[in-house]
């Protein structure tokens, strides 16, 4: 079946504006998961969403990043007046339901982000 | 808070030669492991995973790994590489399902001819 699909897979945009990165889960997956892979900080995680409620958003930055998700799949990941210092791959990740004790998160192939 | 270590940044190994990348982990509660591959220009893909059982995981492309929890380690071994092995190798930790994975800073490996 389709694995995890992210758009775009490359964006380049100037400091100051705003860019949103989109995430289509594996179907059935009610988990998702952001996280940043850049030179500096290697992996790091942003935000968890269960359906569409985000119990864990302990990883955002700051507060020019927000996420959210709708209908219990796609969700976007919005950076609000980029920083040079954003630039990174943007990886999404889902999960079935932690209730059914699955583990594993799959992952999708990224966002290349460079903010000029 | 939960920590996970790998100790080497860069491998270089030769083909059909064994090779061990090393991690370990803190954690003050029971944690789960993994390994993942990530491919040039590619999202990360699972090698295996450690959740109880055998300390000795089988994964595909031919890696194992063995947990001990006395060292705290998790170590992925494969016994003879290829050229197509060459990329970068991550540790993660989880401490339960639906929570973050907690990554290490990646080995990457070379494998040269």
């Known amino acids: 079946g389709a694995g995890v699909s992210q758009s775009p897979s490359n964006k380049v945009t100037e400091k100051g504006k705003d860019v949103e990165l989109r995430c289509d889960p594996i179907s059935g997956h009610t988990a998702l998961y952001w996280y940043r892979q850049s030179l500096g900080q290697g992996l790091e995680f942003l935000i968890y969403?269960?359906?569409?409620?985000?119990?864990?958003k302990s990883g955002l930055p700051s507060d020019r990043f927000s996420a959210e998700r709708t209908g219990g799949s796609v969700s976007t990941l919005t950076i609000q007046r980029t920083q040079q210092e954003d630039s990174a791959v943007y990886l999404c990740a889902s999960s079935p339901s932690s209730a059914s004790g699955s583990y594993e998160q799959y992952f999708g192939p990224g966002t290349r982000l460079t903010v000029t | 808070a939960q920590s996970v270590t790998q100790l080497d940044s860069q491998v270089p190994v030769f083909e059909e030669a064994p090779v061990e990348l090393r991690c370990n982990y803190s954690?003050?509660?029971?944690?789960?492991l993994f390994w993942y591959v990530q491919y040039p220009n590619q999202g990360l893909q699972l090698l295996l995973k450690?959740?109880?059982?055998?300390?000795l995981v089988k994964g595909i492309n031919g890696f194992e790994a063995e947990f001990n929890k006395s060292q705290t380690s998790f170590h992925l071994r494969k016994p003879s590489v290829h050229i197509s092995d060459t990329a970068e190798y991550f540790c993660?930790?989880?401490?339960?399902?639906?929570?973050?994975?907690?990554f290490g800073g990646g080995t990457r490996v070379l494998v040269k001819p």
């Open positions: 969403f269960q359906g569409n409620s985000a119990p864990d």
């Open positions: 993660a930790a989880t401490k339960a399902a639906g929570n973050k994975l907690t």
């Open positions: 450690y959740l109880s059982g055998s300390t």
């Open positions: 954690s003050s509660v029971s944690v789960y």
